[in-house]
């Protein structure tokens, strides 16, 4: 966990989802003041009871490096989703990073999504700030190994965590997604840019067409990309991901222990208890 003095402001820049509110929530309780840059588009949840709050466009580098200088900002953290990325034309980059426009602007065309979080980290760095990771204020919110709740994957369901595991890691490895779903011992969906969500969507879909079997159990599994930067876009879990397993026919979710965010946990835990679903936290591989 990183050591931050008490009082010192930490800018959340905050996609969408429960995530940056449940980090900034964290910060908070452990006395750090916040600013919460909101990015424009990407959250439907209000920010009651946070003072320091702007919005900015994706894409308003300068805008953004401004305020956190303004208020005296050196530490930021990552957080939430971010489901569009910003058309070129809106790009405002600072004077600094003019001539890193052509790479910046690859990385936007042609990158998956963890290359372009590490340029984006980079930029921020290049301006002398550092990237906290969202666990290292919210430590709490990582899953934690072995069964979560009342109910354990059997040996059917292990062996399909462990097809679902080889496909999300060689997903991850051409930084296209991070998770996969397998139904009996055969990966029927993998996570493209559309999100886990509507992976799930499409195996509910196949479901309901007979593509595959309306009542054969399946998983699905969530594994950190092999190269991924750990400050940013770690896979996460939630009461909503229940519904969707639920939705898609599955039997559960199994995650990197350590390497992936259970949001509201007891309320997800409770929600799986009572879909009877299984949780499971994966021992990860060492590195």
Request: net charge negative; with cysteine.
């Amino acid at each position: 966990m990183t050591t931050l003095p008490a009082g010192e402001t930490v800018a959340i820049i905050a996609g969408n989802g429960r995530l940056p509110h449940l980090v900034a929530k964290a910060a908070r309780d452990r006395g750090f003041s916040l600013l919460i840059v909101q990015l424009a588009g990407e959250n439907s949840l209000p920010w009651d009871g946070y003072d320091d709050l702007i919005e900015v466009d994706l894409g308003a580098f300068s805008a953004v490096v401004g305020a956190l200088k303004a208020r005296g900002v050196r530490k930021i953290v990552l957080s939430g989703g971010v489901r569009r990325r910003p058309e070129l034309r809106s790009l405002r980059p600072t004077l600094r990073l003019i001539f890193s426009l052509p790479s910046i602007l690859a990385d936007l065309r042609g990158g998956g999504d963890d290359r372009v979080l590490r340029m984006v980290i980079s930029l921020f760095e290049r301006h002398g700030f550092e990237v906290v990771a969202a666990q290292d204020l919210a430590d709490d919110l990582l899953v934690t190994s072995g069964v979560l709740g009342r109910y354990a994957p059997d040996s059917t369901a292990l062996s399909d965590i462990k097809v679902a595991a080889d496909a999300a890691h060689a997903l991850g490895a051409l930084d296209i997604g991070q998770g996969a779903v397998a139904i009996g011992g055969r990966v029927v969906a993998v996570e493209g840019p559309e999100g886990t969500d509507e992976m799930l969507a499409r195996v509910a879909g196949m479901r309901q067409t007979r593509r595959i079997s309306p009542t054969r159990p399946g998983v699905l599994v969530k594994m950190c990309k092999p190269s991924q930067d750990m400050r940013a876009d770690l896979p996460s879990i939630g009461v909503d991901t229940v519904r969707r397993l639920q939705d898609a026919g599955l039997n559960g979710v199994a995650v990197e222990a350590g390497k992936a965010f259970i949001l509201d946990r007891g309320e997800t835990i409770a929600a799986a208890d009572q879909a009877g679903l299984f949780i499971y936290g994966l021992e990860p591989e060492s590195d």
